[in-house]
């Protein structure tokens, strides 16, 4: 519970992948929407229980509701373990090993805020698959052509520091380790001044030397 809301939940620190929080995505040709995939450390069992909790009272809201009086088995768990598999019964990725795995969608674009400022929203060049956050999610009974089941809707999300990105992509400071050239110092004592330089009044004439017409600049 968050906010007096049974169904609402503020998660501890977690961990976003499959970040799509800046433009909506749609995935298999559904409607496009905004989502991320919340993995939370099974070490907090404060943020596990309270979702579980959640979760229970969006069921029951949906038995009491739009199911009409039914308890249907749901088809898929809202709380994956990050140690099994998925649906499809392939492993979820290391990343998740050691969490328990939730995504969360919205129609609406979400807030993402830093930690250090809640007004203000993030580049979107600072929102990224690795980065840690806290997240506020809100579950929820739906029935869809006779598919019933409890959904996780996304609510906004601040993040609380950086994380080693997980799109699979290289960052340049690890594409680059070892070859970086150190920049040239510059002197900062008393340079010798090129010829015909004056400190107060910049180039000027050399001083003439030799047999120099000093007026026409020409030998003598």
């Known amino acids: 519970m968050y906010q007096n809301i049974a169904t609402k939940c503020l998660t501890g620190e977690v961990r976003i992948s ?64 990050g140690d099994g598999v998925r649906p499809s019964g392939e492993a979820f990725g290391a990343e998740c090993k050691g969490h328990w795995v939730v995504t969360a ?22 929102i990224y698959s690795g980065m840690y956050a806290r997240v506020t999610v809100n579950f929820f009974p739906y029935d869809n052509s006779g598919s019933r089941g409890v959904g996780c809707g996304l609510g906004n999300v601040m993040k609380t520091r950086d994380g080693e990105p997980l799109s699979g992509r290289a960052n340049a400071e690890s594409d680059f380790a070892g070859l970086e050239t150190p920049t040239a110092t510059i002197s900062m004592g008393n340079p010798a001044m090129p010829t015909g330089f004056n400190a107060a009044q910049g180039y000027a004439p050399a001083a003439p030397t030799g047999n120099i017409n000093p007026i026409t600049g020409l030998p003598m």
């Not at 939370?40 to 959640?54: C, E, F, M, Q, R």
């Not at 969608?105 to 600072?126: G, R, Y």
Request: with cysteine; charged share 20%; aromatic share 10%.
């Open 18 to 81: 499959f970040e799509h929080l800046s433009r909506p995505y749609s995935s298999n040709g559904g409607e496009p929407k905004y989502s991320c995939t919340i993995l939370i450390p099974k070490t907090d069992t404060v943020t596990y229980n309270d979702l579980v909790s959640a979760l229970q009272v969006a069921y029951e809201q949906g038995v009491n509701d739009k199911w009409k009086g039914s308890r249907p088995q749901l088809r898929y768990p809202v709380i994956y373990d």
């Open 105 to 126: 969608s919205s129609k609406q674009q979400p807030m993402v805020v830093h930690i250090s400022n809640t007004k203000v929203q993030l580049a979107e060049t600072d």
